[in-house]
Structure formats: C-alpha cells, structure tokens
C-alpha cells in the first residue's frame, strides 16, 4: 500500500518535472529561434521584435513531440502568418521557405524523424535547455557588438 502511493507521487513528480521542463525549453528555443531569425517572419518578411507578435512557427505542428525542438522545423514567423497556416493549411510559402532554405531532402528527412517516434529524455531536455540558454547569450553578444 505504502509501495504503491509512494509510486504513484514519484510518478506525478515525474510528470510535473517534465511539464516544467519541456515549458523551460520551450520558452528559451523560441526565444532563440527568434534571435537567430532575427525577428523577421520566415512566410511574409515582416520584422517585428516582440515575443507576442512574432512567434517560433512550426512546419511540421507541434503535436509531432519528435520535431517539437528541431531547429530545420521552427523559424521565427508572424502571428498572422502563424495563425493562417493553422486556419487554412496555407503551408504552401512555408513549404517554398523551407525548401529554399535546406533543399527539397529536407520533407522526406521530416518525414523519416517522424516515423522513428521516439520522445526526448528528461536528460536531453536539460541538455538542451542549457544549450539553447548559451546560444541566446551568444546571439545576445552578438546583437550588442553589431549596434
Ligand atoms: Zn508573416
């Protein structure tokens, strides 16, 4: 009886860390994708600097766990592009961005990510929690010395 209880609080604890991680990340890689982009919008070219205008857009939506963090997947992108793609599968100029960007591969490699269906560890995501806190830092650097 005491087994199990303590069982199910590690499990709920687990579940809560979790939660709490991949909120983590997701707030300092859509920062980052953002910086990296320089806040310019991957579909429409629109450039504006503020977290709530401008989002981390993904190609492939964000019910895929596999490319949630993928940098090839997630480019900075206005709310009303954001918002468009969602309504109306207007994926057509994402598509054409991406394909530009990384070459027309880029779909079937999506594709092969998905069908592998394996999720982030909890060590990963702390990993990569830090390695995207260094590289906003660094694009924070490197925005000071530009101006
Ligand atoms: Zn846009």
Known sequence: MKKSNAKKSNARRYRTSR?????????????YIRMRDNWTCVT?????RNTKEMHAGHYIGRNCKQ???????????CRSCN????????????TL???????????????TIKEMGNKYTN??????IGHYEIGVSDLKTYDKVKK
């Open 19 to 31: 939660k709490r991680l991949i909120n983590k990340l997701n707030r300092v890689f859509g920062l």
């Open 44 to 48: 429409c070219g629109v450039r504006i």
């Open 67 to 77: 490319l949630l963090f993928c940098e090839y997947n997630v480019h900075a992108q």
């Open 83 to 94: 918002f468009a793609q969602r309504i109306q599968d207007d994926n057509n100029k994402y």
């Open 97 to 111: 961005a991406i394909i530009d960007k990384y070459g027309v591969d880029i779909l079937d490699w999506f594709e």
């Open 123 to 128: 060590e990963e995501l702390v990993d990569m």
